[in-house]
T-cell receptor, first 113, second 116 residues
Framework: NAGVTQTPKFQVLKTGQSMTLQCAQD?????MSWYRQDPGMGLRLIHY???????DQGEVPNGYNVSRSTTEDFPLRLLSAAPSQTSVYFC????????????FGQGTRLTVV | AQSVTQLGSHVSVSEGALVLLRCNYS??????LFWYVQYPNQGLQLLLK??????LVKGINGFEAEFKKSETSFHLTKPSAHMSDAAEYFC??????????????FGKGTKLSVIP
């Protein structure tokens, strides 16, 4: 079972460059989300989506855009990368309503120089 | 907004010793509570969860946690640590956001080291 697939696994960007982190899930989950993980900070919610065409901001949305055109895919776009966006990014999905279990991808380690 | 506090960013135990990782949450109503584990360079995987019913929940790899409403706690325990338990552990709560949808809020994590 594929579960939640994130690409790429590693990426180095220069300041000011843009890129898209890909996330796909094959469990037909309506709820998808993006987190960033920084040392000592735990996981912080960037954006989330409760279904195709519906997205909302989380705790740390600045500098990131998302869209949800299909149930399966939830890409995260960095418009103009900054060193402060150096982090490990995780995509997660779950069934709608009260989250009873989230399934995570393997993460994307992003370095902005 | 909900918050989750994990006491101790780093816990060391000897192999075979009791593992106790502490988690307290803030919520005016009983939330859904989770423990996730993250092994080095991997994503998070669910260890156990409390939704409703029995307050002592058992998870994978011999871990269990007890929901104590009066203490707003959900501490994770394992009677005997194994070297393979070395990982980072995250406590999380699922509750309704101001916008009406459910979100997961994570604690900052506790890194568990197991000493041979």
């Amino acid at each position: 079972n594929a579960g939640v697939t994130q690409t790429p696994k590693f990426q180095v960007l220069k300041t000011g460059q843009s890129m898209t982190l890909q996330c796909a899930q094959d469990m037909n989950h309506e709820y998808m989300s993006w987190y960033r993980q920084d040392p000592g900070m735990g996981l912080r919610l960037i954006h989330y989506s409760v279904g195709a065409g519906i997205t909302d901001q989380g705790e740390v949305p600045n500098g990131y855009n998302v869209s949800r055109s299909t149930t399966e895919d939830f890409p995260l776009r960095l418009l103009s990368a900054a060193p402060s966006q150096t982090s490990v990014y995780f995509c997660a999905s779950s069934y709608p309503g009260a989250i009873k279990e989230a399934f995570f991808g393997q993460g994307t380690r992003l370095t902005v120089v | 907004a909900q918050s989750v506090t994990q006491l101790g960013s780093h816990v060391s135990v000897s192999e075979g010793a009791l593992v106790l990782l502490r988690c307290n949450y803030s919520s005016s109503v009983p939330p859904y509570l989770f423990w996730y584990v993250q092994y080095p360079n991997q994503g998070l995987q669910l260890l156990l969860k409390y939704t409703t019913g029995a307050t002592l929940v058992k998870g994978i790899n011999g871990f269990e946690a007890e929901f104590k409403k009066s203490e707003t706690s959900f501490h994770l325990t394992k009677p005997s640590a194994h070297m393979s338990d070395a990982a980072e552990y995250f406590c999380a709560v699922s509750d309704k956001s101001g916008a009406g949808s459910y979100q997961l809020t994570f604690g900052k994590g506790t890194k568990l080291s197991v000493i041979p």
